[in-house]
């Protein structure tokens, strides 16, 4: 009985630990590929394989945030050069 105990301990324990991070992770990695930068990305101040996992989202994400930038930018003086 004890053991079934521990075993089910631990498989909420690895669940909370593992799973649940790795899932918010997927979702926030697929709203990020859909092209929706106001997402957060959770996990960056972890430590573990999660935390890097994160930390590569985040850049990422801010590489996209900077594409933007520039693009509109690139817009604005195609605009401006058109029109002068």
């Known amino acids: 009985m004890a053991t079934v105990i521990i075993a089910t301990l ?3 324990l690895l669940t909370r630990s593992i799973a649940v ?5 997927t979702s926030t990695m697929t709203t ?16 573990d394989e999660i935390g890097a ?5 985040e850049i990422f994400k801010d590489n996209m945030i900077e594409r933007q930038r520039a693009q509109a930018e690139l817009a ?9």
Not at 21 to 25: A, D, E, L, Q, S
Not at 76 to 84: F, I, P, Q, S
């Open 10 to 12: 631990m498989g909420i």
């Open 21 to 25: 991070p790795i899932t918010r992770m």
């Open 32 to 47: 990020l590929a859909k092209g929706d930068t106001t997402v957060a990305v959770p996990g960056v101040s972890r430590s």
């Open 53 to 57: 996992m994160a930390a590569a989202a």
């Open 76 to 84: 604005r003086v195609g605009r401006l050069t058109t029109n002068g």
